[in-house]
């Protein structure tokens, strides 16, 4: 039938209700008129012939359309509520150099479908890409009947007054609705976008959709949406609604039952126009604003998983997991100290008494054949026999022997410096700092002198600064984060977060339940070891109050602030890790690694201390540069990336850093930086190294600065010239190859002093050394990686390896968590054979 005007037709047919026989498509075919005539696409007046069609499934139409007339094609299929049956209409324009573009309507029962053809879609900097071929998957609405059948239409238009030859097809998706665990194969390109229907099984709460593909590019985007129409299936809208995330080879959204209320979703995959957002070369820019750019041919081969996810069991499993691996901890410790407890007492049986003097022993209290140190081993040794060892200046590095007497009055001199007038006596002499600490061979009884309650106090401040520090630091972390998490929830935009897709498990609102789960070790470990400091600190204190000789004046002096400070960083640590895996991406990356910087200070600093404890570092002076280092991460992480300037300034400093704490280690601070520090060098280089031709005074400390410097300089010149992406990661590397250069250092000398490492230590070094390994093997996997795009970090991504639960990042979890609280106890425990050697009998390193 052939309608000579919309006007006409309008009137003709207003003056009641439309008669009974009148077909839904004429009632459709009105609706259009009106419309058409009220937006004013067409004048008063004009004439517009409208045709319609009855038309079928897979038959292809050829049309020419003018702006003379508009074509209706009326289809007609069946629906059923057990079973969805996708529709997809296919068009190609034929002619070239349109005018303007044909105009495609598909009017359904509840839904309106239009789009244009060519299909012009936008990339960056408002490109236009023409699109010839266009596919369209109609959106179902379900249906409460049993059986149904349902009407829609095609209107084809356009305002070009040249005739435009068009195809038009419509044809039914056999495989519309996906089958769990079953893969399906498809093409997409972006003027095909594709989507299917997925409906979860009885039972399955909870599932994952896997889509992969061998190709990196075209970069496309993966989204989850309800079951409602329109569906937002095009490049420039695909991001309206439900989850989505871009891939080139990988993408993986798990989905949960709960947030879609019809037990049902659609997967829509759509290729994207440009590669930009996923790592991929951007094109050039158009020479003309208005120039149509071809995009070529953009299809992409495709597969589908939808598998179901986990149960509750495993996650019950997973925690239950967790939590023997680090309480199985606390009954060893447990274990260890009732073994320790029983020695102890058992040797008490068989412990010389306290009013015997050592020469009554028949050996040196705190030599290394004293019964505290090698009795375990059964060496003994005539007095003679140490006594002329002790004195030989070949040996013993220029050891003092003194009494225990002249030990406890040193330990009651004056803190400050004495004029040199004052110097009237050698015990005057020996008071002044700048004495003791230039001499060539030191003890740790001459870098011991301070009162122990100041010193005590002084490292008791590292505690309850960084106590400090964490409140401060941590609840604006744990705010931000928990806003992080919302806005991925609200927007569905997986792109935010850089989590291991393939192996992520929500819990609640949390994306990634287990990657925030398995930093639990840092924080029970941590706690152990503050219990462990806690039981050692009061031991001490006890032996204190009884006057225990070997308390008050043998072995390294006990100042416990630096272990609780260490023990509180581990459990932050953990705490923080958990806080960045809520939402891992590079704007919070210096959560996890902040610290990891102060675990490493910290531990030099306890190396340090141990054999310098009266000039260690201040907890505010330790503090004041670690937060310059997190300053500098956080530089790097912002500004670092390829910026030839920044690593410039940063390797200059570094530099300078390196040399500045060299003299000030080497010269026990005893030296000032002042304009003169230059022209002193040049005078000390002239005379020592010229005119005598002398070498270092303190050769094992020189030997650990030429080492240091090496390193740091090495580390300086492959900053500079490599400029890695990652930072942060750089900038830790820098500190943990220290901290390893010291430890390496301070045991190599322990041993070359004829100091042993007892058991315990020695296991714990063992221990800790293959943990470390597997940890870092686990660590390299690199499942995820936010110096990349948002696609490119899931091409990494790798399904769970332990308890389908944990990946391998959570595993790097458990073992770092276990090797940073093993070399914890081997920093406690690895000088415990000194405990009954007298102070000036121990070497300063």
Known sequence: MVLRSCWKSRHKNGSGPAPCWIRPGLAALLWLCVTQFACGIGAVGETKNVIQKDAEFDVTYNDTVTSENQTIYAFNHTISRNKTEGVRVTV??????LESPILFVVRQKQAVLSFQVPLILRGLYQRKYPYNHVGRTLCQPPTRALSETQYFFVDVSTLSSQGTNCQLRVSRVESFTLQTDKKFSFTASPSQPQYFKYVFPDGVDTVIVKVNSDMTFPCSVMSVQDIQCPVYDLDNNVAFLGMYQTMTKKGAITVQRKDFPSNSFYVVVVVKTEDEACGGPLRFYPLRPDELIDAG???KSIDVVVSPAI????????????????LSFYLLTLLVACIENRRIKKREVFQIPADMSPAETGKIPGSQYEYGSFADNGSTLSSEAITDSATSTDNNYGYMERSLDSVGRSRQESLSSVEEDDYDTLDDIDSDKNIVRTKKFLCVSDLARKDKRVLSKKYQIYFWNIATIAVFYALPVIQLVITYQTVVNVTGNQDICFYNFLCAHPLGALSAFNNILSNLGYVMLGLLFLLIVLKRDIVHNRALVRNDLNAL????????????????ALMMEGLLSACYHVCPNYTNFQFDTS?????AGLCMLKLYQKRHPDINASAYTAYACLAGVIFFSVLGVVFGKGNTVFWIIFSVIHILATLLLSTQLYYMGRWRLDSGVLRRMVYIIYTDSIRQCSGPMYIDRMVLLVMGNIVNWSLAAYGLIERPNDFASYLLAIAICNLLLYFAFYIIMKLRSGERIKCLPLVCILFTAVVWGFALYF???GLSTWQKT?????EH???CILLSFFDDHDIWHFLSSIAMFGSFLVLLTMDDDLDTVQRDKIFVF
């Open 297 to 299: 041919n953009r299809s």
């Open 311 to 326: 149960n509750s069991e495993v996650y019950v499993m997973g925690m239950l997991f967790c939590l023997g691996i680090f």
């Open 553 to 568: 004046e043998c072995g390294i002096p006990k100042h416990f602030g630096l272990f609780y400070a260490m023990g509180t």
């Open 92 to 97: 190609d324009v034929l002619s070239q150099g």
């Open 595 to 599: 610290f990891m910087y102060m675990i």
């Open 790 to 794: 948002p696609a490119e970090s899931r």
């Open 797 to 799: 991504n790798r399904d």
């Open 779 to 781: 660590f390299f996997q």
